[in-house]
T-cell receptor, first 114, second 110 residues
Framework: EAGVAQSPRYKIIEKRQSVAFWCNPISGHATLYWYQQILGQGPKLLIQFQNNGVVDDSQLPKDRFSAERLKGVDSTLKIQPAKLEDSAVYLC????????????FGSGTQLSVL | GENVEQHPSTLSVQEGDSAVIKCTYSDSASNYFPWYKQELGKGPQLIIDIRSNVGEKKDQRIAVTLNKTAKHFSLHITETQPEDSAVYFCAAFLNNDMRFGAGTRLTVKP
């Protein structure tokens, strides 16, 4: 079974530029999560989708971050414009509706904002 | 919302010794407690989990215990090996909301 796929693996941009990350969850997983992991900290939820609907985006900085999952499968997370404090690893995770909370993570995208 | 605290932040043990990592949570309604291992440059990988109706679960050298009354749970790794070196995260889950601890960096010295 293929795992959660993310791209790119690394991205370096200058502040005020825009960036986008892509995630393809495990086949059949209805729930998709985007987490931000700052160095030395645990993952923090940005947004959660169930199929193509948003379940929780309460911690998403909506003035600069946006995410979509138009067809209920893969998803993109965008930052525009980026700030220095956005430097982090962006992790995508997915779970099945029957999984009872069992999350499977991708390898993440490491973003450096200079 | 749920708050998860994890201790210690770093742990160094000799190969073959045991390692214990402890977490506390704030919301007594949380019902699922996974542990993740994260190696450098990789995403967190689920290594063991426990649900609130169980007090202990074991999988080879790894075990997790849960004390619902005290709202804390622990990861136990026995006979540690160098490949156990990684960052370990605990988490607590309630109503589609997964909250993570800050992580423990475990170093196993050969």
């Amino acid at each position: 079974e293929a795992g959660v796929a993310q791209s790119p693996r690394y991205k370096i941009i200058e502040k005020r530029q825009s960036v986008a990350f892509w995630c393809n969850p495990i086949s059949g997983h209805a729930t998709l999560y985007w987490y931000q992991q700052i160095l030395g900290q645990g993952p923090k939820l940005l947004i959660q989708f169930q199929n193509n609907g948003v379940v929780d985006d309460s911690q998403l900085p909506k003035d600069r971050f946006s995410a979509e999952r138009l067809k209920g499968v893969d998803s993109t997370l965008k930052i525009q414009p980026a700030k220095l404090e956005d430097s982090a690893v962006y992790l995508c995770a997915s779970s099945s509706l029957q999984g009872g909370g069992k999350l499977f993570f991708g390898s993440g995208t490491q973003l450096s904002v200079l | 919302g749920e708050n998860v605290e994890q201790h210690p932040s770093t742990l160094s043990v000799q190969e073959g010794d045991s390692a214990v990592i402890k977490c506390t949570y704030s919301d007594s309604a949380s019902n699922y407690f996974p542990w993740y291992k994260q190696e450098l440059g990789k995403g967190p990988q689920l290594i063991i989990d426990i649900r609130s109706n169980v007090g202990e679960k074991k999988d080879q050298r790894i075990a997790v215990t849960l004390n619902k009354t005290a709202k804390h749970f622990s990861l136990h790794i026995t006979e540690t090996q160098p490949e156990d070196s990684a960052v370990y995260f605990c988490a607590a889950f309630l109503n589609n909301d997964m909250r993570f601890g800050a992580g423990t960096r475990l170093t196993v010295k050969p």
